[in-house]
């Protein structure tokens, strides 16, 4: 197993592909310095799965909704997580937990953001430790090393993988650029952030290298504090003439002081700001190789192929509680007894995608022809350790779960006219997962297989210069993990969580492009939704049944004049609820017909001012969330379960953020921001207590480029 204090097996493989990086760099220096100048272009983009692209024309070929941040957004705003720079796109709900989201929690479209049916990938790889065996969101890439970010909803997001119920979130790393640059980050929290960025090529540009390191630590708000360093390592060859080949190397560790527990209600009543649980830790470690070769066949033929390995483990060491003198504390009281629930994880996957464009029947077409295989492994272990041995003591639970799927997917766009584009699809994953028990001395194992085929289809047309109605139909699905379709060692039978999906909307823009908009009408249905284990335990061994979710969402931009700018993004769902009473074995009634899905609010929007005039840009933005209930029961009052999870109604709130970042110099930046600007105090999410809102926080950034 990997532990915080065992890493041989992370200490000895990914590192080596490390070194080969470095070399690689050296390597490129020294090229540079002996090789021509002919044809050298040392700011070419390595090869990169993308889910959208950055050309408006690939935003009009997706016959479904698209947001995309883009890098100067990232600059200007300069959020602490990613998770607060997704909060504007159109339909994305977040459940936060502390201000850098080391564990995240999205949902999109009335799909709980306490669940896991939104895909997320970092440059086309998976980012979730498992996705069949253990998709909780464990692992959060930094915000720092991102560029921009892709959100693509619909029917076209049944290329990339399972779970994409909601649609896929595809991260874009940075990409190598000549020359040095060194970032500073402090503010509130006691937060100390350093940063440096660096890119070298041959003279030829036939060889890139980049690397991307970053360390920050903090005493976190309410003394959450946390220890990080993420390590990003780039490289890019030329091959030949029509073939690239990209290398990217990642180490990130966290140390990070959270836990499960929150404040009790007069606690947060009364203003605390202390951390409820001071000697629990969340240790995670992360290392992965992707090597992503680009091979253009022919003028009308691509082929792109990414293979792709990951490592990790994370620790989490949290101590119990005596609930009655804790009920009566009006506070937690921990015993010396420590559970380590600690989780080690491996991924290999590779993939390839061929993009044929032809003529086929006498029209233009685009075929894209992909297949993926993944195996996955999770070693699931429970240590017993005391306040006094806190980092060991025997296993109360030693299990291994494993999973090996297999992907076949293929797509055709039939460009009709210039007008008019018809989009059809499908995806067939056949997937067999198996658990072990490693303290079971017979009989210790089982195992379970399940054959998904999805079909989508999606339509675009321009019905004016510049304006476009889009709509597609798919069906797509999130497959039971193995501790619920593998519990107690025996086949639960169960389904994977699958859902018929429908989309409509329109957008557009202005020839200027001083004005653009997209808006979007939206159904899902649910034929078998497996309500989360922290919702209602029951459901951990059955099949959960129906639930629908509808609503439109939208977004609205426009350049003022005078360097001004507002845009305005809103999402309302008025609809996200189970279709029919639920009951648990015993027969008792668990959650109503027309209860609202958990952490899934009616209205979320915002808005967003901005200026900009020579070398200065500045920004206001107001967040709305609204309120949401945290449990299927919709408990309206906030319940201290002290053997579990709080429950209860979340009030909703408004957040106001401010930026400014100016230019000095061609090398030389600085910015401010200030977040939570009127120190709104507030009820973010629920768990076991409740999670507090960060207060009103001040960051001020520096950086300098050689």
């Known amino acids: 197993m990997l532990t915080h204090s065992n890493t041989a097996a992370l200490s000895i493989r990914l590192p080596i592909a490390a070194a080969v990086l470095a070399a690689i760099g050296t390597l490129a220096g020294h090229q540079a310095s002996a090789q021509t100048t002919r044809n050298a272009d040392p700011n070419r983009d390595l090869p990169t799965i993308v889910v959208v692209g950055k050309a408006q024309d690939a935003i009009d070929r997706q016959p479904a909704a698209v947001s995309l941040i883009t890098p100067e957004v990232l600059q200007l705003v300069q959020p602490r997580s990613t998770e607060e720079a997704l909060r504007t796109v159109p339909g994305v709900a977040i459940k936060p937990e502390e201000e850098t989201a080391i564990v995240t929690n999205i949902g999109i479209r009335g799909l709980s953001a306490a669940d896991y049916k939104t895909l997320i990938l970092e440059d086309g790889a998976p980012v979730a430790p498992g996705l069949f065996v253990g998709n909780a969101r464990y692992y959060n890439p930094r915000i720092q090393r991102m560029d921009s970010i892709e959100v693509l909803r619909g029917a076209a997001s049944l290329r990339y993988g399972p779970s994409t119920i909601g649609g896929v979130i595809n991260y874009i790393t ?3 650029r000549d020359g040095v640059e060194i970032g500073l980050r402090a503010g509130s929290f006691g937060t100390r952030e350093a940063s440096l960025e660096l890119g070298t090529s041959t003279r030829s540009g036939d060889g890139t290298f980049g690397a991307f390191i970053t360390h920050a630590t903090s005493d976190g708000f309410m003394d959450k504090g946390y220890d990080m360093t993420d390590v990003v390592l780039k490289a890019g060859f030329e091959l030949a003439d029509n073939q690239r080949l990209g290398l990217k190397y990642t180490n990130y560790s966290n140390d990070a002081n959270i836990s499960y527990r929150g404040v009790f209600l007069d606690e947060f009543l009364a203003g605390a700001d202390y951390n409820p649980a001071p000697d629990d830790w969340f240790l995670t470690e992360r290392r992965s190789l992707d090597l992503n070769h680009e091979w253009q066949i022919a003028s009308n033929a691509r082929l792109n192929t990414l293979v792709y390995g990951s490592e ?251 360097g001004f700018g507002v845009n305005a993004t809103f999402t309302y769902i008025p609809d996200a609820e189970f279709d029919g009473d639920r009951f648990d074995r015993n ?120």
């Open 587 to 706: 027969g008792n009634l668990t959650t109503p017909d027309g209860n609202r899905i958990p952490y899934t609010p009616e209205w979320i929007a915002n808005l967003g001012l901005t200026y900009s005039r020579g070398d200065f840009r500045g920004s206001l933005n107001v967040h709305r969330m609204g309120a949401q209930y945290t449990d299927v029961m919709n408990t309206v009052p906030i319940a201290e379960n002290l053997t579990g999870f709080f429950t209860g109604r979340i009030d909703g709130y408004t957040l106001v953020d401010l930026s400014v970042l100016y230019n000095v110099s061609d090398e030389l930046s600085i910015g401010a921001a200030v977040k939570n600007a009127t120190d709104e105090h507030y009820i973010a999410s629920l768990r076991q207590g409740i999670y507090v809102g960060p207060e009103r926080s001040y960051d001020v950034t520096l950086k300098y480029r050689f």
């Open 174 to 176: 940075k990409q190598p």
């Open 312 to 562: 990790m483990y994370r620790d989490y060491w949290r101590f119990a509680t005596d609930n009655a003198a804790s009920g009566a504390a009006g506070r937690w009281i921990y015993t010396d007894n420590v559970n380590g629930n600690n989780r080690s994880f491996e991924r290999f996957g590779i993939e390839s995608r061929l993009v044929v464009d032809h003529s086929s029947l006498g029209i233009a077409n685009e075929t894209e022809l992909g297949v993926r295989y993944m195996t996955e492994e999770m070693h699931d272990q429970t240590v017993a350790a005391t306040r006094a041995t806190p980092r060991t003591g025997p296993l109360n639970k030693d299990v291994i779960d494993s999973a090996d799927s297999l992907a076949l997917y293929v797509q055709n766009r039939f460009v009709l006219s210039d007008r008019l584009a018809l989009t059809a699809g499908l995806r067939a994953e056949r997937y067999e997962q198996r658990r072990e028990d490693l303290r079971v001395p017979a009989n210790n194992r089982a195992d379970t297989s399940n054959t998904e085929v999805m079909p989508g289809v999606g339509v675009t047309y321009e019905i004016a210069p510049g304006v476009q109605l889009f709509a597609n139909a798919y069906e797509a699905f999130s497959p039971a993990l193995n501790g619920d379709a593998l519990n107690g060692l025996q086949d639960q039978r169960l389904d994977a969580e699958r859902s018929k999906n429908f989309e409509a909307g329109v957008r557009g823009r202005t020839e200027s492009e001083r004005i653009r908009y997209e808006l979007t009408v939206f159904r899902m249905d649910f034929d078998n939704q497996i309500i989360p284990a922290n919702s209602n335990s029951e459901f951990q061994v059955t099949n959960g049944g129906a639930t629908f979710h509808q609503g439109v969402e939208g977004g609205f931009g426009i350049d003022v004049g005078a």
